[in-house]
Nanobody
């Protein structure tokens, strides 16, 4: 089992920045690829970003490329999502997930956090 706890969400004005953190405990964190997903009210969950176990490979959804950056610190068992130039359409609950392979589909991930709310005001 891997337990995941997100933090860092909040209310920010458009154009602002937030950094989300996801702290992992349980099995060896460095064995897992990590992903960030988000879900806005009334919408399906969507992929945001993913990172391989080593951090050597990263993937982004098109609308966040150049604005968001995913990173990880295996010594701290934590994955981060730096979000810059935030837009109102980024408003959602953001969840991190752990899986055996890095992927853009939620089906590839076995463990999920509870999520943290990000609200971007216009």
């Amino acid at each position: 089992q891997v337990q995941l706890v997100e933090s860092g969400g909040g209310l920010v004005q458009a154009g602002g920045s937030l950094r989300l953190s996801c702290a992992a405990s349980g099995r060896t964190f460095s064995n897992y690829a990590m992903g960030w997903f988000r879900q806005a009210p009334g919408k399906a969950r969507e992929f945001v970003a993913a990172i391989s176990w080593s951090g050597g490979s990263t993937y982004y959804e098109d609308s966040v490329k150049g604005r968001f950056a995913i990173s990880r610190d295996n010594a701290k068992n934590t994955v981060y999502l730096q979000m810059n130039s935030l837009k109102p359409e980024d408003t959602a609950v953001y969840s991190c997930a752990a899986g055996r392979i890095v992927a853009t589909t939620s089906l590839a991930y076995d463990y999920w956090g509870q999520g943290t709310q990000v609200t971007v005001s216009s």
